[in-house]
Protein backbone atom coordinates (compact mmCIF):
# COMPACT_ATOMS: atom_id res chain seq x y z
CA UNK A 1 0.00 0.00 0.00
CA UNK A 2 1.22 3.19 -0.95
CA UNK A 3 0.67 6.56 0.83
CA UNK A 4 0.32 9.89 -0.97
CA UNK A 5 2.14 12.86 -0.22
CA UNK A 6 -1.00 14.24 0.93
CA UNK A 7 -1.55 11.54 3.16
CA UNK A 8 1.57 11.43 4.57
CA UNK A 9 1.06 15.20 5.67
CA UNK A 10 -1.95 15.03 7.32
CA UNK A 11 -0.53 11.77 9.32
CA UNK A 12 2.02 14.75 10.29
CA UNK A 13 0.06 17.26 10.69
CA UNK A 14 -2.56 15.23 13.45
CA UNK A 15 0.41 12.71 15.19
CA UNK A 16 1.86 16.53 16.05
CA UNK A 17 -1.37 17.33 17.06
CA UNK A 18 -1.64 15.09 19.43
CA UNK A 19 1.82 14.66 20.72
CA UNK A 20 1.22 18.70 21.94
CA UNK A 21 -2.01 17.91 23.38
CA UNK A 22 -0.26 15.34 25.60
CA UNK A 23 2.84 17.27 26.40
CA UNK A 24 1.57 18.90 29.72
CA UNK A 25 2.23 22.88 29.63
CA UNK A 26 4.86 24.23 31.55
CA UNK A 27 3.50 25.51 34.86
CA UNK A 28 3.70 29.10 35.24
CA UNK A 29 6.08 31.05 37.68
CA UNK A 30 6.02 34.67 38.68
CA UNK A 31 9.74 35.25 40.45
CA UNK A 32 8.42 37.82 42.98
CA UNK A 33 11.21 41.26 43.44
CA UNK A 34 13.66 40.58 46.23
CA UNK A 35 16.43 43.19 45.91
CA UNK A 36 17.74 42.69 42.61
CA UNK A 37 18.29 38.97 42.87
CA UNK A 38 15.02 38.23 40.80
CA UNK A 39 17.18 39.18 37.86
CA UNK A 40 19.91 36.58 38.72
CA UNK A 41 16.73 33.67 39.59
CA UNK A 42 15.12 34.40 36.10
CA UNK A 43 18.45 34.33 33.92
CA UNK A 44 19.60 30.62 35.97
CA UNK A 45 16.19 29.65 35.21
CA UNK A 46 16.85 29.65 31.41
CA UNK A 47 20.47 28.90 31.32
CA UNK A 48 19.69 25.74 33.71
CA UNK A 49 16.58 25.21 31.09
CA UNK A 50 14.18 24.62 33.73
CA UNK A 51 10.87 23.49 32.29
CA UNK A 52 8.74 26.66 33.33
CA UNK A 53 7.47 29.77 31.86
CA UNK A 54 8.33 33.04 33.72
CA UNK A 55 5.47 35.57 33.80
CA UNK A 56 6.53 39.43 34.49
CA UNK A 57 3.27 39.70 36.71
CA UNK A 58 1.18 38.07 38.96
CA UNK A 59 -1.44 37.52 36.61
CA UNK A 60 -2.02 34.12 35.23
CA UNK A 61 0.87 32.69 37.97
CA UNK A 62 0.00 29.30 38.81
CA UNK A 63 3.69 29.68 41.33
CA UNK A 64 5.34 32.11 43.00
CA UNK A 65 8.39 31.77 43.92
CA UNK A 66 9.62 33.66 47.12
CA UNK A 67 13.22 34.55 48.43
CA UNK A 68 14.92 36.35 51.23
CA UNK A 69 16.71 39.15 51.34
CA UNK A 70 20.72 37.84 50.46
CA UNK A 71 22.39 37.67 53.93
CA UNK A 72 26.07 38.24 53.83
CA UNK A 73 28.26 37.70 56.57
CA UNK A 74 31.33 39.35 56.30
CA UNK A 75 34.85 38.69 58.17
CA UNK A 76 36.62 41.62 60.00
CA UNK A 77 40.42 42.37 58.63
CA UNK A 78 41.27 41.98 61.80
CA UNK A 79 39.38 38.85 62.47
CA UNK A 80 40.87 37.64 59.32
CA UNK A 81 43.94 38.31 60.61
CA UNK A 82 43.95 36.98 63.61
CA UNK A 83 42.54 33.10 62.17
CA UNK A 84 45.63 33.76 60.18
CA UNK A 85 48.22 34.52 62.89
CA UNK A 86 47.03 31.63 65.04
CA UNK A 87 44.83 29.27 63.08
CA UNK A 88 44.67 28.21 59.85
CA UNK A 89 43.37 30.40 57.01
CA UNK A 90 41.26 28.40 55.21
CA UNK A 91 37.29 28.83 55.19
CA UNK A 92 37.64 33.07 56.21
CA UNK A 93 36.32 34.28 53.31
CA UNK A 94 32.73 36.03 53.66
CA UNK A 95 29.66 34.01 53.01
CA UNK A 96 26.13 34.56 52.05
CA UNK A 97 22.93 33.04 52.70
CA UNK A 98 19.44 32.82 50.52
CA UNK A 99 16.36 30.56 50.89
CA UNK A 100 13.26 30.70 48.51
CA UNK A 101 10.21 28.74 48.21
CA UNK A 102 7.56 27.82 45.32
CA UNK A 103 4.04 28.57 46.65
CA UNK A 104 1.04 27.32 44.90
CA UNK A 105 -1.34 30.41 43.76
CA UNK A 106 -4.72 28.71 44.50
CA UNK A 107 -4.02 26.16 47.89
CA UNK A 108 -1.01 28.46 48.93
CA UNK A 109 1.09 25.79 50.37
CA UNK A 110 4.28 26.03 49.83
CA UNK A 111 5.38 22.92 47.52
CA UNK A 112 9.36 23.50 47.28
CA UNK A 113 12.14 25.23 49.75
CA UNK A 114 15.96 25.59 49.50
CA UNK A 115 18.31 27.21 51.22
CA UNK A 116 21.95 27.97 49.33
CA UNK A 117 25.15 28.98 51.45
CA UNK A 118 28.24 29.96 49.38
CA UNK A 119 31.98 31.13 50.44
CA UNK A 120 33.26 34.35 48.83
CA UNK A 121 30.41 36.44 49.80
CA UNK A 122 28.82 39.64 48.55
CA UNK A 123 27.69 40.18 45.20
CA UNK A 124 29.99 37.60 43.17
CA UNK A 125 27.96 34.73 44.37
CA UNK A 126 23.85 36.12 43.54
CA UNK A 127 24.37 33.96 40.12
CA UNK A 128 26.28 31.37 41.71
CA UNK A 129 23.43 31.37 44.35
CA UNK A 130 20.35 31.49 41.59
CA UNK A 131 22.12 28.88 38.97
CA UNK A 132 22.08 26.53 42.93
CA UNK A 133 18.10 27.02 43.16
CA UNK A 134 17.39 26.54 39.51
CA UNK A 135 19.02 23.60 39.49
CA UNK A 136 17.79 21.94 42.54
CA UNK A 137 13.96 23.51 41.36
CA UNK A 138 14.47 21.50 38.34
CA UNK A 139 15.78 18.78 39.92
CA UNK A 140 12.66 18.72 42.35
CA UNK A 141 10.43 19.61 39.36
CA UNK A 142 11.58 16.20 37.49
CA UNK A 143 10.47 13.99 40.41
CA UNK A 144 6.96 15.71 41.33
CA UNK A 145 5.90 17.37 38.47
CA UNK A 146 4.13 20.64 39.13
CA UNK A 147 1.24 20.18 36.68
Request: with cysteine; aromatic share 6%.
Amino acid sequence: MKISSTSALLLLVVSSALAATLTPPEPAIYIVPAGGFQTSLMAAMQKKHVPISLLAGETGAQYRLESTPIQVKTQTTGSKFARCLFADCIGIQDRSSVAVQLVDEKSKQIVWAYTVHKQRGGAMNDQSMAEAVAKHLKEFMQKHPLN
